[in-house]
């Protein structure tokens, strides 16, 4: 049972002999060719883990869709080895800046939060709050 005033870094369950629990954190974002950019994504993204007591599992990132490419029809292989880790048990947390970094398409989005929903783990947004961004999506009653 974890109690809403700890950090999530401490155990309210345990004895003082345990040691502290640290969530588990795929960190996920999308990005461009640009290797300045998408290096500067994951550093923000690891920064704001490790500041919220996470310990960050792994790092992924797929590139962004071009205008007038098909890319929704090629696999994601950043977003497939998050999915991996999930079913394995190995993740709490997935930290990306915004829902859309995800899918961004509301059916695809909604079935892999259901999906986060049935393996216990939760989402954590860093550019806005998660309920807005569900909001933004239409899927403000999902979680």
């Known amino acids: ?11 309210s369950d345990g004895d003082c002999n345990d040691p502290l629990f640290h969530p588990r954190a795929w960190l996920y974002y999308t990005h461009g060719t640009n290797p300045g950019v998408w290096h500067r ?31 929704h029809r090629l696999s994601k292989p950043g977003l497939s ?11 709490d947390v ?24 049935r393996h216990d783990v939760t989402v954590h947004t860093t550019q806005c709050q998660l309920g807005y961004d569900l909001y933004r999506h239409g899927l403000d009653g999902l979680l």
């Open 81 to 91: 080895a998050m999915r991996r880790a999930v079913r394995k048990g190995q993740v």
């Open 94 to 117: 997935v930290i990306v800046t915004r829902l859309s970094q995800l899918s961004g398409r509301k059916h695809k989005l909604e079935k892999l939060l259901r999906f986060l929903r």
């Open 1 to 11: 049972m974890k109690s809403k005033n700890l950090p999530a870094c401490i155990r």
């Open 41 to 71: 994504q994951q550093c923000e993204l690891m920064a704001q883990a490790r500041d919220a007591g996470y310990e960050v599992v792994s790092c992924t990132g797929d590139v962004k869709p071009k205008q007038g490419v098909w890319y």
